[in-house]
């Protein structure tokens, strides 16, 4: 879900999360300006996410908690931006054999984004482009911090990270 004030912005997220289409006119209904995403909300979702966003702040607030009992950093935000941590990242030179140590030991962890730039086809031979995007995307991994994780569970992922 995504929230804003700005028309532009708005009228930019309607139009990729309908695969990228001009607008709803009719004479743009078949017209996609960029690649977008069928990512319509259904009335499901939309009912779970409004019970949802009264729960927002508090999530949030435990995500950043969780973030910096782990130990990590979080960058804060820029003027009027507000956003939640998602993941607790790890950068390591053996990010598969780390991913594999961790399952092993019972937890979820998951290679970070892949940097489009440089791993995705449409954009093969621009790594030296984005030399940040790729070692991020290489040697990037995640594990959780979401909001129900317990103490314990905090206090073991913390210990297990540290023996890496």
Request: glycine fraction near 8%.
């Amino acid at each position: 879900m995504c929230t804003t004030d700005d028309p532009e912005v708005y009228k930019r997220l309607v139009s990729l999360r309908n695969h990228g289409r001009r607008s709803d006119a009719i004479e743009d209904v078949f017209t996609f300006d960029e690649v977008g995403w069928n990512a319509k909300g259904t009335n499901l979702q939309a009912a779970i996410g409004s019970v949802m966003i009264d729960k927002l702040d508090r999530i949030i607030e435990k995500r950043r908690k969780n973030i910096e009992y782990l130990g990590g950093w979080w960058l804060g935000e820029q003027d009027g931006e507000y956003a939640s941590p998602h993941c607790f990242p790890i950068f390591t030179q053996n990010r598969d054999e780390v991913i594999k140590k961790l399952f092993e030991r019972g937890i979820e962890a998951r290679p970070l984004m892949a940097s489009i730039p440089t791993q995705c086809p449409a954009y093969m031979g621009k790594k030296e482009k984005y030399p940040w995007a790729d070692w991020l995307g290489t040697f990037g991994l995640f594990v959780p911090c979401h909001q129900n994780l317990t103490k314990e569970q905090l206090e073991y992922l913390k210990e297990q990270i540290k023996g890496l």
